[in-house]
């Protein structure tokens, strides 16, 4: 069974940094596709960034130059840098499996709450 345990979100100003992790399990995790998604108060599951072994990264256009996805193969670990945030990123952040806009039909994690306001 698949398990996807996100953290590190919080309330954080504009223009400040925040870093999200992703714990998983029970998948091959050096082999698959990962990505972040998000869904803001009101609104769908929106993609962010995918990060994938074989392709390497890639980055809504939202996020592009602000985000970076990493991942750490042998902790089966994902993360998500995001600095510069601004209360548009505001929303609850997601890791799955799968890449690009693909990844937010996917199973995913309870989510770690982002919180960007002054």
């Known amino acids: 069974e698949v398990q996807l345990v996100e953290s590190g979100g919080g309330v954080v100003e504009p223009g400040e940094s925040l870093r999200l992790s992703c714990r998983t399990s029970?998948?091959?995790?050096?082999?698959?596709?990962m990505s972040w998604v998000r869904q803001a108060p009101g609104k769908g599951l929106e993609w962010v960034a995918s990060?994938?072994?074989?392709?390497?990264?890639s980055y809504s256009d939202s996020v592009k130059g602000r985000f970076s996805i990493s991942r750490d193969d042998a902790k089966d670990m994902l993360y998500l840098q995001m600095n510069s945030l601004k209360p548009e990123d505001t929303a609850m952040y997601y890791c799955?499996?799968?890449w690009g806009s693909g990844s937010t039909t996917k199973p995913r994690g309870q989510g770690t709450q982002v919180t960007v306001s002054s």
């Open positions: 990060s994938s072994g074989r392709v390497g990264t």
């Open positions: 799955a499996q799968g």
């Open positions: 029970g998948l091959t995790f050096m082999f698959a596709s």
